[in-house]
Nanobody
Framework: VQLQASGGGSVQTGDSLRLSCTAS????????MGWFRQAPGKEREFVAA????????YYGNSVKGRFTISRDNAKNTVYLQMNSLKPEDTAVYFC????????????????WGQGTQVTVSS
């Protein structure tokens, strides 16, 4: 599975962005999908994950209530809607896939996209 993340950019505090992760090579309906982020000098952090059918979602504590993960299996795409952005959300955002149940740690994901930069200024 090849993953391509897009939609990052530079925004102001309180703005919104929607990230997309489009998969190729395989249909992802049986894959759990996750979003992670990594800020300079920090470890990669779990942001959100969604089950293959989209029935189950999980969020990191720092984004609960502000971010929403969703998927369109017909388009082989997963989305991350980010609202009320804060400067501490600044990071490179990565999408990831695993052929199993949803997970929240980096080591449990087998496939990774290249990342898209999100910068939030105050």
């Amino acid at each position: 599975v090849q993953l391509q993340a897009s939609g990052g950019g530079s925004v102001q505090t309180g703005d919104s962005l929607r990230l997309s992760c489009t998969a190729s090579g395989r249909t992802i309906s049986r894959y759990a999908m996750g979003w992670f982020r990594q800020a300079p000098g920090k470890e990669r952090e779990f942001v959100a994950a969604i089950s293959g059918g989209g029935n189950s979602t999980y969020y990191g504590n720092s984004v609960k209530g502000r971010f929403t993960i969703s998927r369109d299996n017909a388009k082989n795409t997963v989305y991350l809607q980010m609202n009320s952005l804060k400067p501490e959300d600044t990071a490179v955002y990565f999408c990831a896939a695993r052929l199993s149940i949803v997970a929240t740690t980096t080591t449990e994901y087998h496939y990774w996209g290249q990342g898209t930069q999100v910068t939030v200024s105050s």
